[in-house]
């Protein structure tokens, strides 16, 4: 099989079939450059390897649907608002938030020690939707068959792809079994900015307090603390900013708190 394939648009079979076997890890396009996806704890550890990346940093959740969302983290109804005005809006958005305690014993339940790559010191992830369509169609398949996907960005660790396939890196398309490649659709995202000034990056919001705990709804109020965090900028930071005042009295701004 050819390792680089070109996204047609639709669910890449080849991509699925590896990802849904054992220990499959593939480089997949978003709206921000290119991830390394997998779906099990062989996976992680390949992607950790090919990354050379340190192990305090979790991967994140790909989230095909607002039910898979739904169904592995704790939300109050104020976070599930704010995730739902992104999904239907269709505006990359990763939230820090704790698992869902029977999602978090789903995870353990694998029996390969996934959770421990998968989960920070306090038991919370990254759990991201709208991240570009040639990964959600994976997401989503992957969902209904009971499997989760979790990515990196593709990247040696520390350093952007620029949003070209070749910004992988030698290192990251040696390690994996499959590169599906859409430069054209990564730049479509951002057709105003250039490879200097793109965002490489979605935008990340903490929804927990410094314990990893839930933070409380605010109702209205004024003043609120714990409140939702932003720690880290990237695509959409002005429309995902409007929609954090328009939901939550109270949030802050904290770039790169969470590591």
Not at 80 to 101: N, R, S, T, V
């Given at each position: 099989?050819?390792?680089?394939i070109?996204?047609?648009g639709t669910l890449?079979?080849?991509?699925?079939d590896i990802?849904?076997?054992?220990?499959?890890?593939?480089v997949?396009?978003t709206k921000?450059?290119?991830?390394?996806?997998?779906?099990?704890?062989?996976?992680l550890e390949r992607?950790?390897?090919?990354?050379?990346?340190?192990?305090?940093?979790?991967?994140?959740?790909?989230?095909g649907?607002?039910d898979?969302?739904?169904a592995l983290?704790?939300l109050n109804?104020e976070?599930e608002?704010?995730?739902?005005?992104h999904?239907?809006e269709?505006?990359?958005l990763?939230?820090i938030?704790?698992?869902k305690?029977?999602?978090?014993?789903?995870l353990k339940?694998?029996?390969?020690?996934?959770?421990?790559?998968?989960?920070?010191?306090?038991g919370?992830?990254?759990f991201v939707?709208?991240?570009?369509?040639?990964?959600?169609?994976?997401?989503?398949?992957l969902?209904e068959?009971?499997?989760m996907?979790y990515?990196?960005?593709?990247?040696p660790?520390?350093?952007?792809n620029?949003g070209k396939v070749?910004g992988?890196?030698?290192r990251?398309?040696?390690?994996?079994?499959l590169?599906i490649?859409?430069?054209?659709y990564?730049?479509?995202?951002q057709?105003?900015?250039t490879?200097?000034?793109?965002?490489?990056?979605?935008?990340?919001?903490?929804?927990?307090d410094?314990?990893?705990?839930l933070?409380?709804?605010?109702?209205g109020?004024?003043?609120?603390?714990p409140?939702p965090?932003v720690?880290?900028?990237?695509l959409d930071i002005d429309?995902?900013?409007?929609?954090?005042?328009?939901?939550?009295?109270?949030?802050?701004?904290?770039q790169g708190?969470?590591?």
């Amino acid at each position: 099989m050819t390792k680089h394939i070109q996204w047609n648009g639709t669910l890449s079979q080849e991509g699925y079939d590896i990802l849904k076997g054992d220990g499959g890890c593939i480089v997949c396009p978003t709206k921000v450059g290119y991830i390394i996806m997998t779906s099990d704890k062989a996976g992680l550890e390949r992607k950790f390897e090919a990354k050379a990346r340190n192990r305090n940093k979790p991967g994140v959740v790909l989230c095909g649907s607002m039910d898979e969302l739904r169904a592995l983290a704790q939300l109050n109804p104020e976070i599930e608002a704010f995730y739902q005005k992104h999904w239907d809006e269709d505006i990359l958005l990763g939230c820090i938030l704790p698992w869902k305690p029977e999602a978090f014993e789903k995870l353990k339940a694998y029996g390969d020690g996934r959770e421990e790559l998968m989960t920070d010191v306090r038991g919370t992830s990254c759990f991201v939707i709208k991240f570009g369509k040639a990964g959600e169609q994976l997401a989503a398949k992957l969902w209904e068959e009971g499997k989760m996907v979790y990515a990196s960005s593709a990247n040696p660790s520390g350093k952007g792809n620029r949003g070209k396939v070749e910004g992988i890196g030698e290192r990251i398309e040696n390690a994996v079994d499959l590169v599906i490649e859409a430069d054209d659709y990564v730049a479509s995202i951002q057709p105003d900015k250039t490879i200097e000034t793109r965002y490489e990056q979605g935008v990340m919001v903490s929804m927990v307090d410094k314990d990893g705990k839930l933070i409380p709804e605010q109702g209205g109020q004024r003043s609120i603390s714990p409140a939702p965090v932003v720690i880290r900028k990237g695509l959409d930071i002005d429309k995902i900013m409007m929609h954090l005042s328009d939901t939550f009295n109270s949030w802050d701004y904290r770039q790169g708190e969470y590591y």
